[in-house]
T-cell receptor, first 114, second 114 residues
Framework: KQEVTQIPAALSVPEGENLVLNCSFTDSAIYNLQWFRQDPGKGLTSLLLIQSSQREQTSGRLNASLDKSSGRSTLYIAASQPGDSATYLCAVSPVLNYGQNFVFGPGTRLSVLP | EAGVAQSPRYKIIEKRQSVAFWCNPISGHATLYWYQQILGQGPKLLIQFQNNGVVDDSQLPKDRFSAERLKGVDSTLKIQPAKLEDSAVYLC????????????FGPGTRLTVL
């Protein structure tokens, strides 16, 4: 059974710092991995999607990497801003089959202080 | 482009009562997901529809939860009877085709069972 963990559970940094969020998964047989952002009281917003054949994806100040063999992904946020404060979740999708679907991690709660 | 719509946004009921949630996905999206998110945890997939057929409902407590997606567009999720442990945010998401695509989430329905 796929399990996803995220470290740290919470993180507080001053504005302008670069930071890394970590995601680990137990079963390397994944189809893709997604990083999401969740603001309080709201749904999730997809940030980056990495296919299993890819090593990384970039969008603006965000860079996500994937090391499938070691069961790890990182989300790098450059030059953090107060508006980046949110909970960040990763989710893995298993190799295409029916019976098990997306598994989410518990999230990392990020606070960027002005 | 309109996003995923959900209603109601909040619901408070007493245990053993029934409740229903509604979701309208993004136009043209074939795949619809219902997730349960308990406070402090990542979302857990309850059921996935592809058009109006069920792809995965392995984690849906079928003795009390039911869901349908008539005509392959809107969907309703029902709980009958509700238990205290059903208190959570219920998120609906949709994607264009399925597992390979980005999921777009609605704002969620926060359910409190007293």
């Amino acid at each position: 059974k796929q399990e996803v963990t995220q470290i740290p559970a919470a993180l507080s940094v001053p504005e302008g710092e670069n930071l890394v969020l970590n995601c680990s998964f137990t079963d390397s047989a994944i189809y893709n991995l997604q990083w999401f952002r969740q603001d309080p009281g709201k749904g999730l917003t997809s940030l980056l999607l990495i296919q299993s054949s890819q090593r990384e994806q970039t969008s603006g100040r965000l860079n996500a990497s994937l090391d499938k063999s070691s069961g790890r992904s990182t989300l790098y946020i450059a030059a953090s801003q107060p508006g980046d404060s949110a909970t960040y979740l990763c989710a893995v999708s298993p190799v295409l089959n029916y019976g098990q679907n997306f598994v989410f991690g518990p999230g990392t709660r990020l606070s960027v202080l002005p | 482009e309109a996003g995923v719509a959900q209603s109601p946004r909040y619901k408070i009921i007493e245990k053993r009562q029934s409740v229903a949630f509604w979701c309208n996905p993004i136009s043209g999206h074939a795949t619809l997901y219902w997730y349960q998110q308990i406070l402090g945890q990542g979302p857990k997939l309850l059921i996935q529809f592809q058009n109006n057929g069920v792809v995965d409902d392995s984690q849906l407590p079928k003795d009390r939860f039911s869901a349908e997606r008539l005509k392959g567009v809107d969907s309703t999720l029902k709980i009958q009877p509700a238990k205290l442990e059903d208190s959570a945010v219920y998120l609906c998401a949709s994607s264009l085709v399925g597992q390979a695509d980005t999921q777009y989430f609605g704002p969620g329905t926060r359910l409190t069972v007293l």
